[in-house]
């Protein structure tokens, strides 16, 4: 029997009994909180609070140890060492401070960035104006019909002159996984650096940094059942710390003078401030029940869920699906479009049958262009949601058009 994952999650508890069914399919966007990680954000406010790594009391060090386990905790998560592991206030700032203390001092006019047209816009506005301020050139690999990018476009585009590559591992519009480990490959032979944005796979599936070989690795707590506000930058050693702050401030420092200062080393020098222990404790008790679970059983579950949702929905004449057709080469994202209905409408509507989707461009503008679409509609599912939800929901899909006044509702 399927294990009933609901039952540990108060929001769709608290949801379901307004008196109509709530669905959630908008995981890509942020993902609900279970007890676990309600409980630990709670239990260190009422017990533990205080500024780490600064006090000579005993409540400092506590709060000291629980920032440091988080930090454990995720290095083990992604096959990482704890001083490789740089905490953030999200994937966006993660790409930013990497974006600025890499991108913008290490590059020069002439060299190139190398982007897919998929990424969401935290992981192209920073390279755009890195480009601006530097003269290098911001170069795109571009996806074909299926949402892939095909071989040739890395094969010929990663070149000599390719400094960095920044690439989404799997797209938030169309949930295309990326061929990581081969452009890894090729843009290290090249003498490139790689940024994977990992906002859509490290919740979804198994990471092991070292096997990748990935440079740098960003993620958000929040799309992994973790708190808002805090995020990840994984970076390897020899390259953290060849970087220096960009946040800069208390906590950081191991001297200063009037006129010098010495920094810590990473990746204590990356986090400036008094930083965000309750939002590490909840990421760690998020991993800790994503890890009980399995990720592997995650993954297993989308999958499955991915492969009906695809074939309920292509049950419907008027529906268009974006991206691949065959559910094993894509993550649990389907973007979709309804005829002659605004997806905007079209969300409306579902929501008034307790479904609740996206709708927009999702932060990926280049993408809809060259897809030629203003816009979409976009489920996105997570271990969580079940067969029955999507039933549920494909039958509200039916019913949009004749909401409308397309003939019959």
């Not at 999200?90 to 060299?111: Q, Y």
């Not at 996105?380 to 509702?409: P, Q």
Request: charged share 25%.
């Amino acid at each position: 029997m399927t294990r009933d994952y609901k039952k540990d999650f108060p929001l769709f508890e608290n949801r379901g009994k307004r008196g109509k069914p709530f669905i959630y399919f908008d995981n890509a966007a942020t993902t609900q909180k279970p007890r676990q990680v309600i409980d630990t954000v709670r239990d260190y406010y009422e017990n533990t609070t205080a500024n780490p790594h600064r006090g000579a009391y005993a409540l400092s060090n506590e709060s000291t140890e629980v920032f440091e386990s988080s930090r454990q905790a995720v290095a083990d998560f992604i096959g990482a060492k704890t001083e490789e592991i740089v905490f953030t206030g999200g994937t966006t700032e993660a790409i930013n401070l990497l974006s600025l203390s890499f991108g913008a001092v290490k590059l020069k006019e002439g060299d190139v960035i190398l982007i897919s047209i998929a990424e969401h816009h935290s992981n192209l506005l920073p390279w755009q104006r890195v480009a601006r301020v530097t003269g290098a050139k911001l170069r795109y690999m571009y996806v074909d019909k299926n949402g892939r990018i095909p071989r040739e476009e890395w094969e010929q585009k990663i070149t000599n002159r390719t400094k960095i590559v920044a690439l989404g591992h799997i797209s938030n519009v169309l949930g295309s996984i990326n061929p990581v480990s081969e452009i890894i490959k090729k843009a290290h032979e090249a003498g490139a650096v790689v940024l994977l944005d990992g906002a859509q796979s490290v919740p979804h599936i198994k990471i092991d940094v070292k096997e990748l070989d990935v440079d740098f690795l960003a993620f958000s707590a929040h799309k992994m059942l973790g708190p808002s506000g805090i995020g990840v930058l994984y970076g390897k050693y020899e390259l953290l710390k060849d970087l220096q702050p960009i946040k800069i401030g208390g906590g950081i420092v191991e001297e200063v003078t009037e006129h010098t200062v010495r920094y810590l080393d990473p990746p204590w020098r990356f986090e400036g401030g008094t930083p965000n222990v309750e939002g590490a404790a909840g990421l760690k008790a998020a991993i800790g029940y994503l890890q009980g679970i399995g990720m592997d059983k995650i993954s297993e579950i989308e999958n499955d869920l991915t492969r009906y949702a695809l074939d309920k929905m292509r049950e419907l004449p008027e529906i268009e699906i974006y991206g691949a057709a065959d559910s094993n080469s894509r993550a649990g994202i389907i973007s979709f479009n309804i005829k002659d209905v605004h997806p905007h409408d079209a969300a409306t509507i579902l929501d008034s049958y307790g479904v609740a989707i996206r709708a927009g461009h999702h932060c990926a503008q280049p993408l809809m262009q060259h897809l030629g679409v203003h816009s979409t509609c976009r489920i996105s599912l997570y271990f969580y949601n079940t067969r029955e939800e999507i039933d549920l929901a494909v039958a509200a899909l039916g019913k949009v058009r004749g909401v409308l006044g397309y003939g019959d509702e």
